[in-house]
């Protein structure tokens, strides 16, 4: 069973920035792959960012450019760097772990274990 935390979230102005870590149990983390997703109230759940097993990366358009997502495996974390934000960024923020091999990082059923997500608020 894979335990995830996630940290960092808060209320930041316009054009700032916070750095989201999520920390994950288990000794394997080096073959998950990892995923940020976000919630908005009213709407769905919405891909991010992700990074593969060899630090591959994938954004969402909106967020390339002003967000950035690392891991460090020796830590078992990831992270993701989000600079420039904007209002419209506001969300809950979700960790998830891919621990089956799946190559469609973007689809939020190949993720099998979820955090309990930390609000990300951004005031205009």
């Known amino acids: 069973q894979v335990q995830l935390v996630e940290s960092g979230g808060g209320l930041v102005q316009a054009g700032g920035s916070l750095r989201l870590s999520c920390a994950a149990s288990?000794?394997?983390?080096?073959?998950?792959?990892m995923g940020w997703f976000r919630q908005a109230p009213g709407k769905e759940r919405q891909f991010v960012a992700a990074?593969?097993?060899?630090?591959?990366?994938y954004y969402t358009d909106s967020v390339k450019g002003r967000f950035t997502i690392s891991r460090d495996n020796a830590k078992n974390t990831v992270s993701l760097q989000m600079d420039n934000l904007k209002p419209e960024d506001t969300a809950v923020y979700y960790c998830?772990?891919?621990?089956?091999?799946?190559?469609?990082?973007?689809?939020?059923?190949?993720?099998?274990?979820w955090g309990q997500g930390t609000q990300v608020t951004v005031s205009s």
């Open positions: 998830a772990a891919d621990v089956s091999g799946s190559a469609y990082y973007t689809r939020p059923d190949e993720y099998e274990y």
């Open positions: 288990g000794r394997t983390f080096s073959s998950y792959g």
């Open positions: 990074i593969s097993r060899i630090s591959g990366t």
